[in-house]
């Protein structure tokens, strides 16, 4: 499901019960969070742990349930449970989606183009139900949409740790940046006011990305990275690579890579609908008599 990257700790909650599941396999764990496989009867979920490190934040953490709990939409992972551990740690239950991230799936190699739409298109229609409710997910990323192994939808949006719901009263204080630096858009990195479309701006850098077969910044500092987001042009993805780019998804990704929300695609509707123009076949004009 996600890619491992297990410390001790994670490997010594395996085998308890949190939120209900028990803990049979540990998938990521690093300084602040683990994620986990867990079972209830025939039931499975991804269970996320805040370890007591975070709990500094837990105000920012119990919102991340309550965001997850006001969407229902197949391409948006489903919140189950909640629960506390003794030692204070946070844990959040969501539904178990069987398949990949888009980070494993793309470190396999080039995704062809008819496979790309329909993943753009279900990251577009779960973006558009988070979007809805007044939320932005704020770390749009591969690591954070699964790519299920069979059936529909394409993509499902997980991970709502850095959830921002719009009119609330900021859980962080002015000039705080939070996200991934390669996947930031320009005003997010510069903890300015933000809205949907900075979930926006990081599907472009993920269109980028497979059009290019790399990223449009990169570099070995985080602050470089969000510099680069605001300051230097961006490429052309056909100028990154040998492969042929479609012209018109060339274009998708430079709208939505703006640098000015103002001239960005301007909603995860229209998203969806340039997406689906794309999708469909190009049929050849004949001339008549």
């Known amino acids: 499901m996600i890619d491992s990257l297990v410390t001790s700790r994670g490997t010594d909650l395996v085998g308890t019960r949190a939120a209900g599941f028990d803990l049979i396999r540990c998938i990521v764990d690093r300084r602040m969070t683990g994620v986990f496989e867990g079972v209830r009867g025939s039931e499975r979920a991804a269970v996320k742990i805040y370890y007591p490190s975070w709990i500094s934040h837990s105000a920012r953490d119990e919102r991340e349930d309550l965001a997850q709990r006001q969407i229902s939409h197949p391409c948006v992972a489903r919140a189950l449970a909640t629960d506390r551990l003794p030692d204070g740690s946070l844990v959040l239950a969501s539904e178990w989606i069987e398949g990949e991230t888009l980070e494993a799936r793309l470190a396999r190699g080039p995704l062809p183009w008819p496979s790309v739409v329909p993943i753009l298109r279900d990251i577009a229609r779960g973006l558009g139900a988070i979007h809805a409710a007044r939320i932005v997910h704020r770390d749009i990323k ?148």
Not at 152 to 163: E, K, N, Q, R, Y
């Open 142 to 289: 591969p690591s954070n949409v699964l790519v299920p192994a069979t059936g529909s939808p394409s993509a499902v949006i997980v991970d709502f740790g850095h959830v921002y719901v719009i009119d609330e009263a900021r859980l962080t204080a002015t000039g705080v940046v939070l996200g991934s630096a390669h996947y930031m858009a320009p005003e997010q990195a510069q903890g300015h006011a933000i809205d949907h479309r900075v979930d926006l701006y990081a599907v472009g850098v993920i269109l980028y990305r497979i059009l290019a077969g790399c990223l449009p910044f990169d570099h070995a500092s985080p602050a470089e990275v969000m510099r680069m987001h605001q300051q230097e042009p961006v490429p052309p993805p056909h100028t990154r690579t040998h492969c042929d780019v479609p012209p018109a998804a060339e274009d998708l990704c430079l709208w939505l890579l703006a640098k000015d929300p103002a001239h960005r695609v301007p909603n995860a509707h229209v998203l969806r609908a340039t997406l689906e123009v794309l999708e469909r076949p190009v049929h050849p004009v004949q001339a008549t008599a």
